[in-house]
């Protein structure tokens, strides 16, 4: 793998939240399927390295505002927020980090409350560019929507992307595969985090 650059390359999170995958998400497809391939263990070790290396680690998040203005709650994706008014509500322990991420003060949290992907109508970019960076480590969920829309609107910015393919899930799981090697490898450089973290230490 070609080498990363400590001053340009940031590790780019996307919803790795406990209402979204991890233990209060309502529907569990995503988090068994997290916990059969050890996703969060190795996207937290891959948020460490980063950041023991002194990469800019940004996580990108998803909320609800109490009287749901800026979201289109007509989406399937949630349906669940439809019948439960507290789900992925602002502040709430649903809207946070999956433990195993432990983040850091040091994190930059872009938080959304609109889309199903974290550049347009966000900080985001704006973010980046002014912390000089030009690559993208990207894990988190999901290879369904989320993951493969960071990567496709990254490469739109003109950002050189790097997913983590050992720290990123869809379902089901095999489709998930087939979209890494359909339709994210012809954009994105697919790498793993043991070979992230040892090019981070060179």
């Given amino acids: 793998m070609r080498r990363v650059s400590l001053e340009t ?21 995503l988090g068994d399927a997290m916990l059969e391939r050890g996703i969060a263990q190795r996207a937290g070790r891959l948020v460490v390295g980063a950041r023991q290396a002194g990469l800019t680690i940004v996580h990108c ?12 709650m007509s989406l399937p994706l949630l349906r669940a927020a439809q019948s439960d ?20 003060t040091s994190d930059i949290i872009c938080n959304r409350h609109h889309g199903v992907s974290p550049f347009a109508g966000t900080d985001l970019d704006a973010i ?17 929507v989320g993951i493969t829309g960071l990567a496709i609107e990254a490469v739109n910015y003109g950002y050189r ?3 983590a393919r050992d720290a990123v899930i869809g ?32």
């Avoid at 609800?64 to 979201?71: A, E, F, K, S, W």
């Fill in 9 to 29: 390359t940031a590790v780019v999170t996307m919803e790795l939240q406990r209402g979204i995958c991890g233990d209060l998400a309502s529907i569990h497809t």
């Fill in 61 to 72: 998040t998803f909320s609800l505002r109490p009287d749901r203005l800026g979201t289109d």
């Fill in 85 to 104: 008014p507290g789900y992925l509500l602002d502040g709430t322990a649903s809207t946070e980090l999956l433990p195993e991420i432990v983040p850091d």
């Fill in 128 to 144: 980046l560019g002014r912390h000089g960076i030009d690559t993208l480590v990207v894990a988190g969920v999901s290879l369904n």
């Fill in 161 to 163: 992307v790097l997913v």
């Fill in 171 to 202: 379902v089901p799981v095999a489709y998930g595969d087939e979209v890494l090697r359909n339709s994210l490898a012809p954009i994105a450089t697919l790498t793993e985090v043991d070979d992230l973290i040892a090019a981070l230490a060179q």
